[in-house]
T-cell receptor, first 116, second 112 residues
Framework: NAGVTQTPKFQVLKTGQSMTLQCAQD?????MSWYRQDPGMGLRLIHY???????DQGEVPNGYNVSRSTTEDFPLRLLSAAPSQTSVYFC???????????????FGSGTRLTVV | AQRVTQPEKLLSVFKGAPVELKCNYS??????LFWYVQYSRQRLQLLLR??SRESIKGFTADLNKGETSFHLKKPFAQEEDSAMYYC??????????????FGKGTLLTVNP
């Protein structure tokens, strides 16, 4: 049981480049989310999805796009990277089932992104 | 709107001393509260959830609805407890029951 898998673990981009951060979960969770973690800011919600084909914006969505074509995958796209997007990105998933939901979200190991 | 406040960015204690990490929340309904822990450069791990009323690694947390608090406590801190601790809130109605809102975290350092 792999849980939530994020790739890559590390990435360096030049300003203006684009890339996709991958996130996959094998727990058949309906809810998936992307967070960014910055010093002194905690974790802030970027985008989330409540199921395949349904996505919505979180607290800090600007500069990021997402899609949810399958239950398992929830990629995060940076269309034109900026230094302000240097951060650690975490993907998380959660089931809607009451018992499982009591456990909160399961997190991936993170992607450390640097934009120069 | 849901909000979580962790007033202390840094907390330093000596091994064997009691520790309390504070968390206050703002939410109009009855939320679910969690504590997550992140050891150096690792993924976030669920430590406690208020509905379980459990003790993990010696830590406990009690939900006080009157004070809207969910403080994390441990009577005798250990060096391996050094980590970043996040308090988080999950709403239970409408569009908030899948948004996990985090506080800004408290970095706990336990000195030998």
């Amino acid at each position: 049981n792999a849980g939530v898998t994020q790739t890559p673990k590390f990435q360096v981009l030049k300003t203006g480049q684009s890339m996709t951060l991958q996130c996959a979960q094998d727990m058949n969770h309906e809810y998936m989310s992307w967070y960014r973690q910055d010093p002194g800011m905690g974790l802030r919600l970027i985008h989330y999805s409540v199921g395949a084909g349904i996505t919505d914006q979180g607290e800090v969505p600007n500069g990021y796009n997402v899609s949810r074509s399958t239950t398992e995958d929830f990629p995060l796209r940076l269309l034109s990277a900026a230094p302000s997007q240097t951060s650690v990105y975490f993907c998380a998933s959660r089931t809607t089932a009451a018992a499982g939901a009591a456990g909160g979200y399961t997190f991936g190991s993170g992607t450390r992104l640097t934009v120069v | 709107a849901q909000r979580v406040t962790q007033p202390e960015k840094l907390l330093s204690v000596f091994k064997g001393a009691p520790v309390e990490l504070k968390c206050n929340y703002s939410y109009s309904g009855s939320p679910e509260l969690f504590w997550y822990v992140q050891y150096s450069r690792q993924r976030l791990q669920l430590l406690l959830r208020h509905i379980s009323r459990e003790s993990i690694k010696g830590f406990t947390a009690d939900l006080n609805k009157g004070e809207t608090s969910f403080h994390l406590k441990k009577p005798f801190a250990q060096e391996e407890d050094s980590a970043m601790y996040y308090c988080a809130l999950l709403g239970n109605s409408g569009g908030s029951n899948y948004k996990l809102t985090f506080g800004k975290g408290t970095l706990l350092t336990v000195n030998p």
